[in-house]
């Protein structure tokens, strides 16, 4: 066989290899992970919705992933008013992760939403226990209390 017939047979196996690495990559979580994320940031949240779903559904993917991905289509739903939804979600990622913290803060704006004050409160309270770094919690505490014109609570409360 001669180099040049060698060659393109190499070239042509290369290709075959590329051509299914992107079919495999395209159906992967991952892939729609990002794609969820990419309708997340232009505020599609059915179809990011839709794309997390995917993911969750594909499998292959690590506890704390799985995680994440429940809380990003939390967040949709969330944005949807389906605090229902999000409040699934969200049990499922602390669920698959205890000490997420960013799934504990995100499940308080759930409950703040369904005027569920004293779950909304110890979610606060636990993604602070677990991550007192965390500003979101803080941020969302703050918008809860002044929600609610309840001036009394100091920041370090």
Same mark, same amino acid.
Do not use: P, W
């Given at each position: 066989m001669a180099k040049r017939d060698l060659f393109l047979i190499l070239i042509?196996? %290369?290709?075959?290899?590329?051509t299914l690495f992107l079919f495999?990559?395209?159906r992967s979580? $991952?892939?729609? !992970?990002?794609?969820?994320?990419?309708?997340?940031r232009t505020r599609d949240y059915d179809r990011a919705i839709e794309y997390f779903t995917k993911a969750i559904n594909q499998?292959?993917?690590?506890?704390k992933n799985l995680a994440i991905t429940h809380k990003y289509r939390a967040f949709a739903y969330n944005a949807k008013g389906? $605090?229902?939804?999000? !409040?699934e979600d969200l049990n499922k990622a602390i669920e698959l992760d205890p000490k997420y913290y960013a799934a504990y803060s995100d499940r308080g704006v759930? $409950?703040?939403?369904?005027?569920?004050?004293?779950?909304?409160?110890?979610? $606060?309270?636990?993604? !602070?226990?677990?991550?007192p770094q965390y500003y %979101?919690?803080?941020?969302?505490?703050?918008?809860?209390?002044?929600?609610k014109n309840d001036t009394s609570v100091t920041f370090s409360q």
């Open positions: 042509s196996i %290369m290709a075959l290899v590329v495999v990559n395209t979580a $991952f892939y729609h !992970i990002r794609k969820g994320e990419e309708y997340l499998g292959g993917q690590s506890t389906k $605090f229902d939804d999000a !409040i759930a $409950f703040a939403e369904k005027n569920q004050d004293d779950l909304a409160l110890a979610d $606060f309270y636990k993604a !602070i226990d677990l991550n %979101m919690t803080y941020y969302y505490k703050a918008c809860f209390y002044t929600e």
